[in-house]
């Protein structure tokens, strides 16, 4: 190990250099939230609340955990905020070391500027934006780093921000996502030729260039990290053009049953030895941007059961709510039902539970059963764990249902 954390104090040494300055204009106020109601444990809750809503409880000590080892990675690690947007993960995050933000939309990065201001640096790394976003982004908030993936949006950058020897575009690269649960380079990415050719294209024009790759979300092989990192070089060696920033995105996976996951510490290892091999200058910067890995287990979604019939249940949230992942058929998340006052189940016998959400829609339905106590019945909750990631972020308002409750677990 002590040649990985040689490698760490050097790449970390090197990331010292702070990013261009954000915006000159004078800091506005923060915005300031009421703070969330705190219980013991969820079942503390359940016994105040009763909720015949659902409720998503955060548990802040698991978040600090994750950031905590996310030190295992050199470079800048940047919060994804559309995994879980919320203010109380965002200032939770931020308070236990997360400065950077890879934001999507101008409403994220005036989100990030309410909260942080410029103590938190923002990348704008979605790799199609308004010129209007790019405008507002560059002007009012002082955004310096974007990413592309064609040529339309490198110049429509350069225009919108004016360029300058203190901005930074990465280009990003597709990369195969076999082994992840969500791909994420079917819409976003160029292939590397292209990418070669945008790396020439950004660096003619004066402006620092770099890679960024997403393996795809819920990645379950850490070669995947290690790949899209000799791919990089590749295309970095064809390009000529020495790289100002390696971005290895997200992907880092969530414990989730069934799905077994090498430990973090694997997938840090694989990216440290791939950026190593790259031999880049120690002028560019490493960062990665995880969200479902720093956020996952650090929620839990509380839902009653509104009817059962035969072995089908109805709760009441599901895919057009916090549960939206929960309709892919190999999402399983930890369940524990918990019955009114305490009361015990009758039984230990299990059996297979077919789960629907509470609106009209026959696509509200969990992809995978919930294996739960034969005598499960109307007005018990189910507490499902591991749901701090795309859960909030991913609620709609269908046919008037709304998780709108939630609490923090400070046991
Ligand atoms: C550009 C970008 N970065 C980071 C992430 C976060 O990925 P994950 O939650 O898999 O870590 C995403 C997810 O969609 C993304 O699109």
Redesign the pocket.
């Known amino acids: 190990m002590s040649a990985i954390k040689a490698m760490q104090d050097r790449v970390r040494d090197a990331h010292a250099t702070p990013l261009p300055a954000a915006a000159t204009t004078p800091e506005p106020a923060r915005r300031t939230d009421p703070p969330l109601p705190t219980y013991a444990s969820v079942d503390a809750m359940i016994a105040e609340l009763k909720p015949t809503e659902p409720v998503f409880c955060f548990l802040p000590d698991e978040m600090k955990a994750a950031a905590r080892r996310f030190r295992g990675l050199p470079g800048r690690v940047l919060y994804?905020v559309?995994?879980n947007p919320h203010p109380f993960a965002l200032r939770t995050l931020f308070e236990a070391g997360i400065r950077d933000f890879?934001v999507?939309s101008l409403e994220e990065v005036k989100l990030i500027d309410s909260l942080f201001g410029k103590a938190a640096g923002q990348f704008f790394?979605?790799p199609a934006k308004s010129r209007p976003a790019i405008r507002a982004a560059s002007r009012d908030f002082g955004i310096r780093f974007y990413?592309v993936d064609c040529a339309a949006e490198v110049d429509k950058i350069l225009d919108e921000t004016r360029g300058g020897d203190d901005l930074i575009i990465a280009v990003r690269l597709a990369t195969h996502s076999r082994d992840a649960r969500y791909a994420?380079s079917t819409k976003f990415g160029a292939s590397p030729a292209e990418a070669a050719e945008l790396l020439q294209r950004i660096d003619r024009r004066g402006v620092k260039a770099g890679i960024s790759f997403?393996v795809g979300?819920?990645c379950l092989s850490p070669d995947a990290f290690g790949a899209a990192l000799d791919l990089s070089g590749k295309v970095a060696r064809k390009a000529g053009v020495a790289l100002s920033v390696m971005n290895v995105?997200?992907?880092?996976p969530a414990p989730y049953p069934g799905d077994d996951p090498a430990p973090l510490e694997r997938y840090f290892a694989e990216v440290i030895y791939g950026h190593r091999k790259l031999g880049l200058s120690s002028s560019c910067m490493l960062m990665c941007?995880?969200?479902?890995?720093l956020v996952a287990s650090a929620g839990r979604v509380v839902a009653q059961v509104t009817v059962r019939r035969d072995r089908t249940l109805f709760i009441n949230d599901g895919v057009f709510g916090a549960l939206q992942e929960l309709g892919h058929p190999k999402e399983r998340r930890p369940v524990r039902l918990v019955r009114a006052d305490g009361a015990a189940t009758t039984t230990t016998r299990t059996a297979e539970f077919r789960i629907y959400g509470p609106t009209c829609d026959s696509n509200d339905v969990l992809g995978a059963p919930f294996v739960l106590p034969d005598d499960v019945r109307e007005g018990d909750w189910l507490e499902i764990g591991l749901m701090g990631?795309y859960s909030l972020s991913m609620r709609t308002h269908f046919n008037g249902f709304f998780l709108d409750r939630v609490v923090s677990i400070e046991g």
Do not use: I, M
Not at 249 to 252: I, L, Y
Not at 289 to 293: A, F, I, L
């Open positions: 994804a559309k995994c890879d999507a790394n979605n990413t994420l997403h979300s819920q995105g997200g992907g880092f941007e995880p969200g479902r890995s990631a």
